[in-house]
């Protein structure tokens, strides 16, 4: 199975979210930002929420991920049942995986 290290920012309001990716545009720290603003634990280890198995993530992060293309720093904000999520895009990207408990897959992938 592919593990990815997640590094997020988690938040109950999409208009914070959308704030706080507008400073990472203009070049503010994701880190600081997560400290300062994330509802997640993770915010004591500035946004990072250690390695996940990445079929076991909550299928809009999944999909999120695995649609990365490596031109995007961050992608978000990503809606789960946990909040509102902005998250640091995986290098080398995810793209082309497939979910192992897709139904579709097949066994040589």
Same mark, same amino acid.
């Given at each position: 199975?592919?593990?990815? +290290?997640? =590094?997020?920012?988690? *938040?109950?309001?999409?208009l *914070?979210?959308?704030?706080?990716? #507008?400073? *990472?545009a203009i070049?503010? @720290?994701?880190?600081? %930002?997560?400290? #300062? =603003? @994330? +509802?997640?634990?993770?915010? #004591? !280890?500035?946004?990072?929420?250690? /390695?996940?198995?990445?079929d /076991?993530?909550?299928?809009a %992060?999944?999909?999120?991920?695995?649609?990365?293309?490596?031109s995007?720093?961050? *992608?978000?904000?990503?809606?789960? !049942?946990?909040?509102?999520?902005?998250?640091? +895009?995986?290098?080398?990207p995810l793209?082309?995986?497939? !979910?192992?408990?897709?139904?579709?897959?097949? +066994?040589?992938e």
């Amino acid at each position: 199975m592919t593990t990815v +290290a997640l =590094h997020h920012i988690l *938040l109950k309001s999409p208009l *914070l979210a959308q704030d706080i990716i #507008n400073e *990472l545009a203009i070049g503010a @720290s994701f880190e600081d %930002l997560a400290g #300062n =603003h @994330s +509802a997640c634990p993770s915010k #004591n !280890r500035k946004g990072f929420a250690g /390695q996940h198995e990445v079929d /076991q993530l909550p299928e809009a %992060l999944y999909q999120a991920l695995t649609a990365a293309d490596g031109s995007q720093t961050y *992608l978000g904000p990503i809606a789960t !049942r946990y909040g509102y999520h902005i998250v640091k +895009a995986p290098v080398p990207p995810l793209s082309g995986r497939t !979910r192992v408990d897709d139904p579709d897959a097949t +066994a040589a992938e």
